[in-house]
């Protein structure tokens, strides 16, 4: 059984795996599929906080940035919580093919930089 630290651990370190992958799909181009993966770098990081929060050690199963924030102990500003918000879209953008159009014709380098640098 794994104690409360190593689900934390695990979290992050997975977090840290998708950061990296998110890097290099930005150095191939692959900006769709970057912002996705920034998605789930902050959404595995969020779920760290969620559990060092909790009792339980099993985070909630959603992709929502807000909702998951909203259960932490975390204090960010307003700018950050919004933040989240668009983070958010970047997730269900990918998985909904009206959506995910949409992302591809936005999705510019410029946009990850700018977007995903904040």
Do not use: C
């Not at 996705?36 to 339980?56: E, G, P, S, Y």
């Not at 932490?72 to 269900?92: G, H, K, R």
């Not at 009206?98 to 990850?112: C, G, H, I, M, P």
């Amino acid at each position: 059984m794994m104690t409360k630290q190593e689900h934390i651990d695990f979290w992050k370190n997975n977090s840290h795996e998708n950061y990296n992958t998110a890097i290099y799909n930005l150095n191939g181009k692959q900006y769709v599929f970057t912002l996705f993966l920034f998605h789930l770098t902050v959404q595995k990081l969020l779920k760290a906080h969620w559990i060092r929060d909790n009792i339980i050690n099993t985070p909630p199963f959603t992709h929502d940035l807000k909702n998951i924030y909203a259960q932490t102990d975390l204090d960010l500003e307003i700018t950050q919580i919004d933040f989240l918000a668009l983070v958010s879209d970047w997730n269900f953008s990918i998985r909904y093919p009206d959506y995910k159009n949409s992302l591809f014709r936005k999705a510019t380098k410029e946009y990850v930089i700018t977007k995903a640098s904040n």
